[in-house]
């Protein structure tokens, strides 16, 4: 009953993802410093995504909630194997802890501008890092309910 649910949450975390990417990847594949047009470009994005463009923040937030309301559910109910329980919490539960502890403080921050040219710098490049590892976790994530759970 909850496959859809989560495979639609896990869906829409992806996109988000890949829609920060869009803007992240400016950042490393411009070598040792961004220039400042690059850094401005990023911190525009994400002034936009984490500041003025609520409630989509909070949908975001939402969605993250829900994927693991619903998997808490899929653990109560029992009926799956302990193992996809388990992998499921770190593949979803590992990225929504980094984006909530670090990725969007960070995103927030660089979006105010307010750190030295160096220090954005590093905080865009640690916010690709955080994007690569929840978007590396959460397609596994969705690969695994969408592959293994249905036939175990």
Known sequence: MNIPILTACAGFLLAVLWMDLMFDTQAELRGADPDESVV????????????????????????????????GIEAWRGGRPTWVLIASAVLAGGPILVAMLR??????????????????????????????FCLTGMAAFLLLWLTVVPRV
Do not use: E, W
């Not at 463009?53 to 619903?70: D, E, F, H, R």
């Open 40 to 71: 401005a470009s990023i911190a525009a994005y994400y002034r936009r995504a984490t500041t003025t463009s609520q409630p989509m923040g909070t949908l975001i937030a939402v969605v993250m909630g829900a994927l693991l309301v619903c998997l």
């Open 103 to 132: 990725t969007v403080p960070n995103a927030v921050r660089l979006g105010r501008r307010s750190d030295s040219p160096a220090q954005q710098s590093r905080l865009a490049r640690a916010i690709y890092r955080d994007h690569i």
